[in-house]
């Protein structure tokens, strides 16, 4: 039998995950990896991203984070971790920071990319700028995930290498991707830092496992 991730996380306790702490929820993604068992520390400078081993990039606003990492020099050096095998995940605008490409960005806003994806920024429109789906994701489990969107992107492409995780099932949005994995990298369009369900942050810990 399969052992859900969840299950397999809580003794990785060696590694350091940083929160990029630049804007948005970061708190939120603080205390989900804390119940995984890992420790983490906020990331602003290229000081405070040399010392940990995985990354995660919060939900927020990511035209924000874009200039923000541009000001602060960490669009470069976050860039070459990525390259260079640094395990990382994005919740909402975080997917963004690691896709390759963007639909409906600001025409100046920049990515950390590693991601072969294409997302649509806010694609989910007015009607339902944010709601709650229930998603069917085994990669993360049996039980389905309770998934919450805010403003959220979708992927609206994906690169060969790229491994579907779940897609929003009925509405006009069905058959939509909504969280991938390639390698080391992992990108949920939805916020699991504002659930309590850990299982999205235990599959990225685990990975570190593996990594
Ligand atoms: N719409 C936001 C953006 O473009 C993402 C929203 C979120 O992270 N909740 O960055």
Redesign the pocket.
Known sequence: MNVPAAARAVVQVDRLVGVLALQ?DVREHESALIACGVRTSRVRTVVDLAAVDALVIP?????T?SKLAVAFGLLEPLRERVRSGMPAYG????M?MLADRVEDGRPDQQTIGGLDVTVR??AFGRQVDSFEAELDAPAFGVEALHAVF????WVESIGSGVEVLARVAGGSADGRVVAVRQGRLLATSF?PELTSDRRVHAFFVSMLQEA
């Open positions: 948005g939900g927020g606003e990511s035209t984070m919740s909402c605008a975080g963004i920024r806010n805010i403003r959220a992107p916020h």
